[in-house]
């Protein structure tokens, strides 16, 4: 009885997904341009879009630490220059002595913020503030229809967590700020939809090819580094990518070097257990 | 419920006597894990993985609970509880968010592995039905709430997810929508969703305790079975629990700690998706959506219904990706070959291999974009899958010729040793 059922049951399950596959084999047979895995047509997007290079942070990796001067000098390139459209909201001034600064300085950074929203304590208007160790970065747009208005209908993306919410990570945020070319001309012959519009660049590493996102570093020395580094665009990047990096996993350090003990600890404890196991089960053949 | 020659339970402290006249919690434990209960000799390494999902089961109520007291379960705070908070002012809040992640993947891995051990070994044979029903209800149980424990950090793809989710229940004839509305509390994933979500992902996993300890009960009746198929018949078919099967699990137990420290400490975002990082937005729509891995096997059997016949393809998708689970209730009859072990079933162990190979498919092209490739390879594979369960196992289970079986656990255990029988203890 189950059994002539399931049979039913099966042969129907069956017989719908032949007509499904039917359905789509002819749709594929039928199609003028296809390509056998996308289907679609050969879009711009696909043609142009090249994979992320590679930054070669010290963060990378499983044996990964962070490298305090990099990260600082990534974070002088986000105050100056990422910090205008794009907001940090999950990292506090605190948080910064994660990249080596000691209290002295993070209380230097932060009352170097006069922008945190506050209220006025004799009338209650709103009014802003310097900022203390507590405070997070504050954000650069009082909302998101001021921040689209200043930037071309784009909101730009907070970068707390950037590195993590695309992939390819800090190679991906790397090869982006670095990667603005001109629209070359045999894409454009080939789809001349893809021509950027005026108020967008092109950008190869965009999964759109066409970004609202001006370069953001357009020549070398746009950032004094505090440390005497040579602040050619390739340095820059990399380390506004590693500073970014450390701002969407801080504890990528501590986490490695808990890893290390953590798995050494229970590598060797199965090998203990295993001896036991084989103890145990001496005399017993099995 | 135990072989009569199992070992008694015998306090011998005044403290343990006392216990064991008021509250025998002590002998019930001798009983079921301790010296008290008798297992087949011969159990092989598939056999950790009952305990290694119990194990599993443990992590995620221990760091769920601890997470639970820091998540805020509205659509404005959960992405800053989570990843504001928890991942970076919470003393080890990154550890236990990796553990709770990460430790639903794992628990996941377990399951699908002591499952397929199941289907080779004819574990969901009489007399064990009840435990492979059973079984099912704890998947299902999982299912859900592993999807709704996904919904919670409010990232693009929980929020899009339980849009495609919930969307299914539209796809009811009449009813569908209304229905919809109802379970979500509004017209879109939104507060009123987010709030029954975290109540029920934090009231399920009692459930499914609840039901593993039915589980396990319906184990201990006939006991557990073996990988030769053939019942025990007497004392030297078997061995204590304690100290042979705790020794064993215990060491399975430290390699599948030792390989989850390597996930949550090197590896903790690899089986996730960087779209959860971006906070949930109602008006952008991610490229490309997809659930959890442990779910792409159902979703590419989803989306493999693409043709409207009678029912609209949406709902044959629905119907077809429910009924992939449902029929496995069915399986102890529809699977009627008196053979327990696939070891002794040459066609059944082919067509096993085959399901195999079908399922991990079926989860690449889950995984994958519904281009016409994958929803071809899948559609091919779904109905592999579903003829296997539904026309091919009863079919072996009637023609097939079953390899001799041996006598007894012991005959089989010394045959490979290879000893004469006089030796055996």
């Known amino acids: ?286 | 419920m135990s072989f009569p020659w199992a070992r008694q339970y015998q306090p011998k402290a005044p403290l343990m006597r006392w216990m064991d006249e008021k509250l025998p919690l002590p002998r019930l434990v001798y009983n079921a894990v301790g010296a008290g209960y008798p297992v087949p000799r011969n159990l092989n390494y598939w056999w950790n993985f009952g305990v290694l999902a119990g194990a599993a089961l443990a992590v995620q109520i221990v760091t769920g609970i601890v997470l639970a007291m820091h998540f805020h379960s509205s659509a404005a705070g959960a992405f800053d509880s989570v990843n504001g908070t928890i991942m970076r002012d919470v003393n080890a809040g990154w550890f236990l968010r990796y553990a709770h992640a990460n430790g639903a993947s794992f628990f996941f891995i377990v399951v699908y592995t002591h499952i397929f051990r199941g289907l080779y070994y004819g574990s969901y044979k009489a007399p064990r039905e009840m435990v492979w029903l059973l079984g099912v209800v704890i998947f299902l149980l999982m299912m859900a709430t592993a999807f709704m424990g996904y919904v919670l950090p409010w990232g693009q793809m929980s929020f899009w997810g339980a849009q495609v989710i919930t969307g299914f229940f539209s796809a009811i004839p009449v009813v569908g929508e209304t229905i919809r509305v109802w379970l979500l509390g509004g017209y879109a994933p939104d507060d009123a969703a987010l709030n029954r979500f975290f109540s029920l992902h934090y009231l399920l996993p009692f459930v499914i305790a609840a039901v593993i300890i039915l589980h396990i009960w319906a184990l201990h009746i006939p006991g557990s079975s073996n990988p030769e198929g053939v019942d025990v018949k007497g004392e030297q078919d078997t061995v204590p629990f304690h100290p042979y099967y705790t020794a064993k699990d215990g060491f399975g137990l430290l390699v599948f700690l030792a390989l989850f420290a390597m996930v949550i400490f090197y590896f903790p975002d690899y089986l996730g998706h960087p779209d959860n990082y971006i906070p949930a937005n109602p008006l952008q729509t991610p490229a490309h959506i997809v659930p959890e891995w442990y779910f792409w096997p159902f979703y590419a059997i989803l989306r493999s219904f693409t043709s409207d016949f009678i029912l609209p393809a949406k709902l044959w998708g629905v119907l077809a990706m429910f009924g992939s689970i449902l029929l496995l209730f069915f399986l102890p009859w529809l699977d009627s070959s008196p053979v327990r072990s696939n070891k002794y079933r040459p066609k059944a162990r082919i067509a096993f291999w085959v399901l195999v190979v079908d399922v991990l498919v079926l989860g690449y092209c889950g995984g994958s974009p519904a281009d016409p490739f994958y929803v071809i390879v899948a559609q091919i594979c779904s109905a592999y899958y579903f003829l296997h369960f539904l026309v091919i196992l009863p079919m072996i289970a009637r023609s097939e010729r079953p390899t001799p079986l041996p006598n007894s656990i012991t005959e089989a255990v010394l045959a490979k040793h290879d000893a004469s029988p006089a030796t055996a203890h």
């Not at chain 1, 296809?34 to 142009?48: R, V």
């Not at chain 1, 993070?106 to 160790?133: C, F, H, M, Q, W």
Request: charged share 20%; glycine share 8%; with cysteine.
């Open chain 1, 1 to 286: 009885m189950v059994r002539a059922i399931a049979l039913v049951v099966g042969a129907g399950f069956t017989l719908v997904l032949a007509i499904a596959f039917y359905g789509s084999i002819s749709g594929l047979v039928g199609d003028p341009s296809p390509k056998i895995w996308t289907g679609a047509p050969q879009s711009a997007e696909t043609e142009a879009h090249l994979h992320p290079r590679a930054a070669g942070l010290r963060s990378d990796g499983v044996m990964g630490k962070f490298d305090k001067q990099q990260l600082q000098r990534g974070f002088q390139v986000y105050k100056e220059v990422c910090s205008a459209c794009h907001s940090l909201r999950f990292v506090a001034f605190r948080d910064l002595k994660g990249i080596g600064y000691n209290d002295a300085q993070v209380k230097a950074i932060a009352l170097g913020y006069d922008t945190i929203p506050s209220v006025n304590p004799d009338t209650g208007e709103p009014a802003t503030r310097k900022g203390t160790p507590a405070d997070r970065f504050p954000m650069p747009f009082a909302n998101d229809i001021a921040a689209r208005a200043a930037n071309n209908n784009a909101i730009p993306p907070d970068l707390s967590y950037i590195t993590r919410a695309r992939h390819g990570g800090a190679d991906y945020v790397y090869s982006l700020i670095t990667g603005y070319q001109n629209q070359p001309a045999e894409l454009l012959a080939k789809f001349p939809d893809i021509k950027t519009p005026k108020g967008l660049y092109y950008n190869p590493y965009f999964a759109n090819l066409n970004i609202a996102m001006p370069p953001p570093l357009k020549s070398e020395g746009q950032v004094q580094y505090a440390d005497g580094t040579k602040p050619t665009v390739d340095q820059m990047a990399k380390d506004v990518a590693a500073f970014l990096v450390w701002a969407g996993d801080p504890n990528l350090e501590t986490r490695h070097q808990y890893g290390f003990f953590a798995v050494i600890f229970l590598l060797i404890s199965s090998f203990l257990a295993y001896g036991a196991y084989r103890n145990v089960w001496r005399d017993v053949k099995h």
